[in-house]
């Protein structure tokens, strides 16, 4: 019996009332998460097939639950998205203001690291999704950056436009170092640069 004949009638059983079936979100999920490891290693001229390949399902699978290759990157771009919100709300939750703001920099500068295969591609290819991530993300960066100069830990003269000093200057030094463990520690030194400058500001 053929492998997505097989699927199929294992996505067939265990289903939930008003929903996906259980099994069919899982792969759903577990396809996301594949596509967002190939699409780090080889940006966006990875194929559905690759995807499929690192998911462990066939690609007349992966078909079922994407339209292609652009429907995977945009469900990922939303689910990337939500990811961050999450993340905002658990630091300003979690630890006091400056703290928060660095914690964040230093994740969106590491995400930088990991993404930069992709990152370029997905400019280029979906410049208006690219966009509404960027700003999504730099909306969180602001809402804990308030907070921490409303706590005396970061300067008032700091804005917006400093947090994306930070980014732009985070992915030209990525940019330039073709080593992952090199351009992550040089790009956790720009953090701490600005985050000296920024609690020094008069």
Known sequence: MRR??????????DSEPGGLRRDARRNRLG??????EVFRER??????????HRAGV?????H???????????????QV?????ERWE???RGFPAEVALERALRLVASETVATRACSPDHRELFPERARE?????????????ADARETGGISAAVGAEDLRLVMISVAAVVAVESDEERAERAAQRVVTHFLRSFRGTG
């Open 4 to 13: 997505e004949v097989v699927e199929d009638a294992r996505f067939r059983s």
């Open 31 to 36: 396809v996301l998460r594949a596509a967002r």
């Open 43 to 52: 940006g966006l001229e990875a194929t559905v097939r690759n995807v499929a």
């Open 58 to 62: 066939s690609t007349a699978t992966v």
């Open 64 to 78: 079922r639950r994407f339209s292609g290759r652009d429907a995977i990157v945009a469900d990922l771009a939303e």
């Open 81 to 85: 998205a939500g990811e961050w919100d």
């Open 90 to 92: 658990a630091l300003a």
């Open 133 to 145: 991530l960027e700003e999504r993300v730099h909306r969180g960066l602001c809402r804990l950056l």
